[in-house]
């Protein structure tokens, strides 16, 4: 099954910055639309951001700023880049998609990937 694949986490000084890829599983899968989510340590998963596929993006407050989402089509890539990182970003980052392109149409499902840990220093 086609999943998601994220990676670029680690440990990280507050102030620092990381950034964070996301990919299918398949060669043959295109990325759609993509959104960013965050679980920090008993807390429930949060939306970050989202991009689309013509590369419009969103965010919520708290990264507002701080956080910026692009992709290259090309390579099927989407990417987080986080900035000015602070111990409260501590968490498993997810990237999620409604659909994929495969084989010349859309494939409607629930795709997540594995997660990638962040972790911020005080």
């Known amino acids: 099954q086609v999943q998601l694949m994220e990676s670029g986490g680690g440990l990280v000084q507050a102030g620092g910055s990381l950034t964070l890829s996301c990919e299918p599983s398949?060669?043959?899968?295109?990325?759609?639309?993509i959104s960013w989510h965050r679980q920090a340590p008993g807390k429930q998963r949060e939306l970050l951001g989202n991009?689309?596929?013509?590369?419009?993006?969103n965010y919520v407050d708290s990264v507002k700023g701080r956080f910026t989402i692009s992709r290259d089509n090309a390579n099927q890539m989407v990417y987080l880049q986080m900035t000015s990182l602070k111990p409260e970003d501590t968490g498993v980052y997810y990237c999620?998609?409604?659909?994929?392109?495969?084989?010349?149409?859309?494939?409607?499902?629930?795709?997540w990937g594995q997660g990638t840990q962040v972790t911020v220093s005080s």
């Open positions: 398949a060669s043959f899968a295109a990325l759609n639309d």
């Open positions: 999620n998609a409604n659909s994929l392109r495969m084989f010349g149409r859309d494939s409607n499902g629930d795709y």
């Open positions: 991009i689309t596929n013509a590369g419009i993006t």
